[in-house]
């Protein structure tokens, strides 16, 4: 079992639609979750984090965390063509240092 | 804030040789910094931590003696990949946590290496 599992999709919505990214750890002790976007050919950039048990909104992202299920998710809503991306979610379990998912290709269709 | 330069942002070389890779983190220090290696369609390998004075802690399979990783201020961290072979083409990125201590990192743009 990897330490971090996400669909590796693709997840493909039509523009205006919402997009559902999910994500679960096998570490009941992770601490901290992140959500980053990858452009293809790019390298990753920050767009959610979230540590405590609940929903995190932050314009048309909101990051949930539910730490008894071992689940972290990112919704992203009114989605639009320039979403189309890979998301990569990671949990720190040791401090400093994250474990990444394969990550989930995003296409947002017009 | 929290901007990370990395350069190369691209290199081609021949069998053989040495490349190395530049990390900097432009507007604050950083004493820990990650390297990660990407294959196509694949997610990023965590390679090393390096380490402001110290040495790197390499992860479990990457060879130390051929990926040579020198912190030597609190904003520079270099990654240099010896004797480098075709199997070694790959994007190499590098990372620094950010200043809160959440855990959260901030990437450099990547090098991607090609060699021949």
């Known amino acids: 079992q990897k330490e971090v599992e996400q669909n590796s999709g693709p997840l493909s919505v039509p523009e205006g639609a919402i997009a559902s990214l999910n994500c679960t750890y096998s570490?009941?002790?992770?601490?901290?979750f992140f959500w980053y976007r990858q452009y293809s050919g790019k390298s990753p950039e920050l767009i959610m984090f979230i540590y405590s048990n609940g929903d995190k909104e932050d314009g048309r992202f909101t990051a949930q965390l539910n730490k008894a299920s071992q689940y972290v998710s990112l919704l992203i809503r009114d989605s639009q063509p320039s979403d189309s991306a890979t998301y990569l979610c990671?949990?720190?379990?040791?401090?400093?240092?994250?474990?990444f998912g394969d990550g989930t290709t995003l296409t947002v269709k017009p | 804030g929290a901007v990370v330069s990395q350069h190369p942002s691209w290199v081609i070389c021949k069998s053989g040789t040495s490349v190395k890779i530049e990390c900097r983190s432009l507007?604050?220090?950083?004493?820990?910094m990650f390297w990660y290696r990407q294959f196509p369609k694949q997610s990023l390998m965590l390679m090393a931590t390096s380490n402001e004075g110290s040495k790197a802690t390499y992860e479990q399979g990457v060879e130390k003696d051929k990926f040579l990783i020198n912190h030597a201020s609190l904003t520079l961290s270099t990654l240099t990949v010896t004797s480098a072979h075709p199997e070694d083409s790959s994007f190499y990125i590098c990372?620094?946590?950010?200043?809160?201590?959440?855990?959260?990192?901030?990437f450099g743009p990547g090098t991607r290496l090609t060699v021949l």
């Open positions: 990671a949990v720190n379990t040791n401090a400093g240092k994250s474990t």
């Open positions: 507007d604050f220090q950083a004493t820990t």
């Open positions: 570490d009941r002790g992770s601490q901290s």
């Open positions: 990372s620094a946590p950010g200043t809160s201590g959440g855990g959260e990192q901030f």
